[in-house]
């Protein structure tokens, strides 16, 4: 199992971001199930203030590059991410339209 960590900013406004909770407390199926059948065996998110933190763990028939394709072309994951980024902001440093930002593993205690 490999492990990937993301990071991504809310729009700093307490009703958006409650909003955006509400939404994640109830995932739609179609959502849920894209993101399984892509080799995800475990997601969770957490939230600190306005910053987000993703942590994924997918077996290795995961694919960056197909679960890309694969979300391109779900009009329902594409429905998801336009209305999921009504409430998320880019990072500083992201590039146009890039949301999630991958993070660099500094340390693991062995």
Known sequence: ??????????????????????????????????????????????????????IMDVDSSFSFEAKAKS??????????EKLMWTYQKALPGAKLGEKWMLMENIFKLD
């Open 71 to 80: 979300d391109l072309e779900n009009e329902k994951v594409q429905e998801w």
């Open 1 to 54: 199992m490999e492990r990937h960590c993301f990071t991504l900013d809310l729009i700093d406004d307490e009703e958006l971001i409650q909003a955006y909770k509400e939404y994640h407390r109830s995932v739609w199926p179609e959502i849920k199930n894209s993101i399984t059948s892509a080799g995800v065996k475990e997601l969770e998110i957490y939230l600190f203030g306005t910053r987000l933190f993703m």
